[in-house]
């Protein structure tokens, strides 16, 4: 089996996050002010017709043939949400915003490429924050992943790693590396500066 990224695999292949904001580190409790804002974000981005996905803070390559990946945190959750809604012509309930306030861990997805429809089944994510280990709450891999869209010029398969770590566990204003570990053996970095997201 081979995981596609700019290496062979066993070899460390880092991306640093490319996320273009003004935020001042992940907000784990965001005040009514936060929460404005990111209401305000999404009902934005809906009547400008983005979709809700582009609310997400993104790191890796925009090469549909390298690994990347998407954070979901507390505000990005609300910004999203608050998109969804505006789509249909409502407006976020309180309890559902309360649900995304109140959570207590957040999203961190990945996308890697691999020569094998059942290449990331039982592959592992972790976070690293100064020599630190932070393993995640849950985390699940597509057990069949999907064709390349460019098949069949491209033989290979794109497999979603989906993870989520508990806020209380990681320093939201920290430089992170998240590694995924294809099952196969091998794998794959990404270096997030916390700092930057929202």
Known sequence: MRVWTHAVVGQTVAYLLSFVGLAAAIEVNPTPTHIQRALDRGKQAAVQH??????????????????EGFLLTKLGGVSVLAAHMELRGLEPSATELTHVIEA???????????????FAVNSYMILEQGGRTIKPFTVRADGRADRSAT????????????????????DPNARTTITIFPADGGEVRFVVDFAHIE
């Open 151 to 170: 098949w069949p010029e491209s033989q290979e398969f794109h497999a979603k790693i989906v993870a989520t770590f508990r806020y209380a566990d990681f």
């Open 104 to 118: 207590s861990t957040m999203l961190v997805g990945a996308t890697l490429v691999g020569a094998r429809q059942d």
């Open 50 to 67: 983005q979709s809700p996905e582009t609310l997400y803070s993104r790191f890796g390559s925009a090469d549909s043939v390298q690994p």
